[in-house]
C-alpha cells in the first residue's frame, strides 16, 4: 500500500491539498461517515473559487463577515457521485445517486473527457454524459441531482 501510494499513478492529497481545491469530486463515498475531517475540508474547498469575489472587490479575507456578505451562497465546484444522499449534498454543486457499476461508468467518463487516450464507458445515458462533461470542464453549473433519490 505504501508502494502505491509513494509511487502509483495518482498522488493521494493532504488534507490542506483538499481544502484548498478548486474543484472536487467525491466518487462513491460518504466522506462524512469515513473521514470526517476529510469532510470538512471539502466543505472548505468548495469556499475557494467565491473567494476570489472578495479578494476582487478588495476586502482581505480575515474579515469573514464581510467575505461572506460578499460571497453570499456562492459555492465551488463540489461533484457528489454516490449510492445514497449524504451530509455534504447540501454544499454539492451536482450529485448523483446509482449502483457502484454505474458511479464506476460516470469515473470512467469522466476520466475519458479528461483525456480522450482513456476508455469510454458504453452504457451512459445522455444525462449522465452530460454530467460527466460538466465535471470535466470544471463549469460551475446550477445545483442538479441525478439518478434516483
Given at each position: ?86 451530509k455534504l449534498d447540501d454544499v454539492a454543486t451536482a450529485t ?31 444525462e449522465q454524459e452530460a454530467l460527466a462533461q460538466r465535471i ?14
Amino acid at each position: 500500500m505504501l508502494e502505491i501510494l509513494s509511487s502509483g499513478p495518482a498522488r493521494s492529497p493532504s488534507l490542506l491539498d483538499i481544502e484548498r481545491s478548486d474543484a472536487v469530486l467525491v466518487l462513491g463515498e460518504d466522506v462524512t461517515n469515513t473521514a470526517p475531517r476529510m469532510a470538512l475540508a471539502l466543505r472548505q474547498a468548495g469556499r475557494q473559487q467565491p473567494m476570489e469575489i472578495a479578494e476582487n472587490a478588495h476586502i482581505p479575507l480575515w474579515l469573514d463577515h464581510a467575505v461572506r456578505e460578499v460571497v453570499q451562497d456562492q459555492r465551488g465546484p463540489l461533484f457528489i457521485a454516490a449510492m445514497c444522499s449524504t451530509k455534504l449534498d447540501d454544499v454539492a454543486t451536482a450529485t448523483f445517486r446509482a449502483v457502484p457499476d454505474d458511479l464506476a461508468r460516470l469515473g470512467f467518463a469522466i476520466a475519458h473527457a479528461l483525456n480522450n487516450q482513456a476508455p469510454a464507458p458504453a452504457g451512459l445515458s445522455g444525462e449522465q454524459e452530460a454530467l460527466a462533461q460538466r465535471i470535466a470542464g470544471g463549469r460551475r453549473p446550477r445545483r442538479t441531482t441525478v439518478g434516483a433519490p
